[in-house]
């Protein structure tokens, strides 16, 4: 959310976001030689709106993306950079909850976990069991 | 009452998914100032987790605490703490009343010995035998002895709890005095702020629910997550500061132009808060970016420190010395009362005050 009350810095590029593509880029590096993911949680540094666009531009968008609709809607698509995720969780009021920049193979909030899987397939069972198809 | 199933288990019943978790968790780890890959651990941790109860009391308060804990926003991630907890008491919220709600009370006690968490809002009065505040027939101070015993935690929660507050200014006609000088035998956690700032309160709880110990915590009690870094720190009108460029009234050219508001009375520099990142009202604002300075309402203190709107180096009481002479840290360039506020932190550093 943007800070609108009085007028601040929040228009002013202060250069972080090149400071934070350098570390992408060491974090790309490392996954591609050992496969160790890495993350950089965007809402800790001190980034200006305009840092934060100006980063979102320098990744761009992708092949992949994906809208979320748990408690408040999620966003997550890898930029064109392949292995390099932005995943932006927003929650009350649309404000943005978790911002994280994702070095991995595939986020771990996009794969289905097995309790979900192990309920997912007892309710099936129930409704086979219930429903005349 | 807690439920004997897992968060996990109860909720995937109610089919909230374990990415909401991991969500939660993402964001959890966000405000704790935890590392991104501690959320997968933070899920993990609260899944596996049973419902935690949570006995609330509430003394010399003005429900304002109660009010920023349950803000009024749509059901959104931030509200999902209210699902891992079981709140059996809390006067203001419960249904119950009279008999039956101190019932509550005592059963929440008797099932969860050892494992429950009080939270507390309001300062406990010990003059005159604490007769200055009674529920249910007996004084705040015997019902924080008889609640706390075989409790796992406590938190504190506002400036009334943690540091005796508003009921404790002077002359303090009641004698109150803050939790954590009654409570001595386990962990009191303070939660400072008046009110402290949602978050603070929740992720606090949610930390304890994760890793089932106490977060990190600051001289004061407060966990260093929240309470680490002064206001002024990571105030966006800082830059200001440094250039000396002040506001000398609320309506000046200064004011308009968003400058510092230290010449005003702002105690962004001696009072450590996350109001400046985590912001109020969902995000929206925080005193300063609404154009008044910070009160230092999360210090001990804050009610008598010789008036809002004196600047630092000119109020009553020294502050400099109220924060630990942790005031004016940065180096201000031009700016006469930043000067005379270094020097006389110096000056007060030296004399070892």
Not at chain 2, 97 to 121: C, F, P, T
Not at chain 2, 208 to 215: D, K
Request: hydrophobic share 40%.
């Amino acid at each position: 959310m943007r800070d609108s009350a009085a007028p601040c810095l929040s228009e002013m590029s202060t250069g972080m976001a090149s400071s934070v593509l350098a570390e992408i880029g060491r974090m790309l590096d490392t996954l591609a030689g050992s496969d160790e993911p890495g993350s950089i949680d965007l809402r800790s540094l001190p980034l200006s709106d305009a840092d934060r666009a100006q980063l979102e531009e320098l990744l761009g968008r992708g092949e992949v993306s994906a809208e979320l609709a748990l408690a408040g809607d999620s966003e997550v698509w890898e930029t064109t950079y392949p292995g390099v995720w932005w995943i932006r969780h927003r929650g009350a009021g649309g404000k943005i909850a978790s911002e994280v920049i994702s070095v991995c193979r595939i986020p771990e909030i996009l794969m289905t976990h097995p309790a979900d899987i192990e309920a997912a397939a007892s309710r099936l069972r129930e409704k086979l069991e219930t429903t005349d198809v | 009452m807690s439920d004997k199933k897992t968060l996990g288990e109860m909720l995937t019943e109610r089919g909230v998914s374990r990415r909401s978790f991991l969500k939660y968790a993402s964001y959890t780890a966000s405000i704790l100032a935890l590392p991104p890959t501690a959320a997968t651990a933070i899920a993990q941790g609260i899944a596996n987790a049973r419902r935690q109860s949570v006995i609330w009391l509430s003394f010399q308060e003005c429900t304002g605490c109660t009010e920023s804990i349950t803000r009024a926003h749509a059901p959104s991630i931030e509200d999902l703490i209210f699902d891992f907890i079981s709140l059996d008491y809390h006067h203001t919220l419960q249904n119950a009343s009279g008999h039956l709600a101190e019932e509550a009370r005592m059963q929440a006690m008797k099932d969860n010995a050892g494992e429950y968490i009080v939270i507390v809002d309001g300062s406990v009065p010990l003059k005159d035998d604490g007769i200055y505040s009674t529920i249910a027939g007996i004084t705040n101070l015997q019902m924080l002895e008889e609640t706390c015993r075989d409790a796992f935690a406590v938190i504190s929660v506002g400036s009334c709890a943690t540091f005796g507050g508003i009921p404790g200014a002077n002359p303090n006609p009641t004698g109150a005095v803050p939790v954590s000088d009654i409570i001595t035998d386990k962990p009191v956690i303070n939660i400072s702020g008046c009110p402290p700032i949602p978050e603070a309160m929740t992720g606090t709880i949610a930390y304890l629910l994760s890793f089932g110990s106490v977060p990190e915590l600051d001289h004061l009690g407060r966990p260093k997550a929240f309470f680490g870094e002064a206001i002024h720190d990571r105030c966006y009108r800082r830059p200001f500061y440094e250039r000396g460029m002040f506001a000398k009234s609320f309506d000046d050219e200064g004011a308009r132009q968003g400058w510092c508001l230290f010449e005003v009375g702002c105690k962004g520099p001696v009072s450590y808060n996350a109001c400046a990142t985590l912001k109020w009202n969902g995000g929206v604002s925080f005193p300063i970016q609404s154009g008044h300075g910070c009160l230092g309402c999360s210090e001990p203190g804050f009610w008598d420190m010789g008036g809002f709107y004196k600047p630092l180096s000119t109020a009553k009481g020294d502050p400099l010395q109220w924060a630990g002479g942790a005031a004016v840290a940065g180096a201000a360039i031009g700016a006469a009362s930043a000067a005379i506020a270094r020097n006389k932190r110096n000056k007060v550093m030296k004399e070892g005050k």
